[in-house]
């Protein structure tokens, strides 16, 4: 069974940074794509940032120039590097894997900007 677990969330003055993880089980970490979402409150979950399996890496516009993703296979994990956070990147942030035709989410993170 596939499982994720992401940690690093907090509460950060704007133009502050975080850097969250996501530790990923149960299945081959290496081959699979994985994802960051967020969903601020009374929003739709929305896309954040992916990093493929090789390595290449996409960005939402919102997070573009200011968000890394990155992977540790060695250790299962994938980070979001966050600099620079304003106000409306507070969110519950979420890890995605799809799998096997199911999609995981693990149970999320809260980011908290104050202005």
């Known amino acids: 069974q596939a499982q994720l677990a992401e940690s690093g969330g907090g509460l950060v003055q704007a133009g502050g940074s975080l850097r969250l993880s996501c530790a990923a089980s149960?299945?081959?970490?290496?081959?699979?794509?994985m994802r960051w979402y967020r969903q601020a409150p009374g929003k739709e979950r929305e896309f954040v940032a992916t990093?493929?399996?090789?390595?290449?890496?996409y960005y939402a516009d919102s997070a573009k120039g200011r968000f890394t993703i990155a992977r540790d296979n060695a250790k299962n994990t994938v980070t979001l590097q966050m600099n620079s956070l304003k106000p409306e990147d507070t969110a519950v942030y979420y890890c995605?894997?799809?799998?096997?035709?199911?999609?995981?989410w693990g149970q999320g993170t809260q980011v908290t900007v104050s202005s």
């Open positions: 149960g299945f081959i970490f290496s081959i699979y794509d």
């Open positions: 995605k894997l799809l799998h096997r035709g199911s999609v995981y």
């Open positions: 990093i493929t399996s090789g390595g290449s890496t």
